[in-house]
């Protein structure tokens, strides 16, 4: 079997070679080729609206790592500096104007991606072509409960008070504001796999903040509605609702292909709450690739057991590090592997 297929048979739960592996970041800080063209950009946001250098990192962990995906190279904030909110990444992360009235929310626009985000996909097209079939091209969005938080926090939440005070004093309002993020999303995840994205990411990194019933009232309908108007796409979804353990039984009836799993459930008990019919992704600590890489070995071969060889595609249970050494990460795609096809051999 082709490197090609990897991914895309464990999405549709096809027979595979061996467990395909994809690192979420996998384009980043920890890969010196990547900072280099990150200061040729000279800041983040233009590396992310110029389509050529977009297009460079997209590709510079494929080959070097042996990943079984590419991701596009952007930010789930792009959308919604197009929505109306101003956007800065200083050092210290991202900062935006932030929107917390009725007011504010009903002045935010749904923006047309094709006219006014053609940096993404013309970044796709190229990607595509790059990459000439060697694998394939995963886009992503944010899930519109994290837009919310950025759009209402004004940077990456830490108590998340000012989004929990806008849901629970002010539903409507905040019903509002993720309708749009979701038509947002729909339009412009659209938009990417008309360009050549194979498979979209839902990113829902802060959606492990909400108690279950919140989830199913703020997060859940919604997720479920993008994932419905792309079905006629035909490109598989992925949901990761990271730190979403108490979630992960809810968000199995969402219509997703596959669900991202953080490091905090084991891929057998997430197994067990999600039943059969979807693709689990993940999850060893990203943290533990900065351990020498026996324990890397026995860590992963851990995860790889309790996924079992079933639906499973490798990943951190969340980002890459910046930290990281780059060979700790190509020795982890090896193990996934090597280990990986002996278990889908006895099976
Ligand atoms: O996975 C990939 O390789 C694709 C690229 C990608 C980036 N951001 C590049 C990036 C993806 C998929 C994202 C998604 C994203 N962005 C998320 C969801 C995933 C997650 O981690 O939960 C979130 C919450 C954001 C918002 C964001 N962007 C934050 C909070 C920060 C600052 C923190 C940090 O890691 O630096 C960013 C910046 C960012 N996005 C960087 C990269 C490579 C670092 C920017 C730099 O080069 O300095």
């Avoid at 002045?107 to 006014?116: F, M, Y």
Wanted: glycine letters at 8%.
């Amino acid at each position: 079997m082709a490197r090609a297929d990897r991914f895309l048979n464990a999405l549709a739960g096809k027979p595979v070679d061996t467990t395909p592996i994809w690192i979420m970041r996998q384009a980043g800080r920890y890969l010196p080729e990547y900072r280099a063209t990150r200061a040729k950009a000279g800041d983040f946001l233009t590396l992310c609206k110029t389509p050529e250098l977009a297009c460079e990192v997209t590709l510079q962990p494929i080959d070097r790592l042996g990943v079984d995906a590419a991701i596009l190279f952007s930010d789930i904030l792009i959308p919604i500096e197009k929505m109306g909110v101003p956007l800065a990444f200083p050092e210290e992360g991202p900062r935006l104007q932030p929107v917390r009235d009725e007011a504010g929310i009903a002045a935010l626009r749904v923006p047309d991606a094709d006219a006014e985000m053609p940096f993404v996909m013309d970044a796709v097209r190229l990607i595509r072509r790059a990459l000439d079939g060697r694998v394939p091209l995963i886009g992503f969005a944010g899930a519109p409960f994290t837009l919310l938080t950025y759009v209402v926090e004004g940077q990456t939440g830490k108590q998340f008070t000012e989004t929990k005070r806008l849901l629970f004093t002010a539903p409507r309002a905040a019903h509002a504001l993720l309708q749009k993020l979701t038509d947002t999303v729909v339009n412009y995840l659209a938009a990417q796999i008309r360009a050549g994205a194979q498979v979209v990411q839902l990113f829902d990194s802060w959606v492990g903040q909400l108690a279950p019933d919140d989830f199913r009232v703020f997060a859940a309908p919604y997720v479920r509605t993008i994932i419905e108007r792309l079905k006629p796409l035909g490109a598989p979804v992925i949901y990761f609702a990271n730190d979403g353990g108490s979630l992960l039984a809810d968000a199995a009836g969402l219509g997703a292909d596959a669900l991202g799993v953080d490091w905090r459930t084991p891929i057998d008990e997430a197994r067990a709450k999600t039943g059969d019919d979807v693709t689990l992704q993940g999850n060893l600590d990203p943290c533990l690739l900065f351990a020498p890489i026996p324990q890397i070995e026995q860590r992963a071969a851990d995860v790889l057991r309790r996924g079992g060889g079933k639906r499973h595609i490798f990943n951190l249970g969340h980002g890459i590090l910046p930290p990281t050494p780059p060979a700790h990460a190509e020795a982890l795609v090896e193990i996934v592997h090597r280990i990986g096809s002996e278990l889908h051999r006895i099976k």
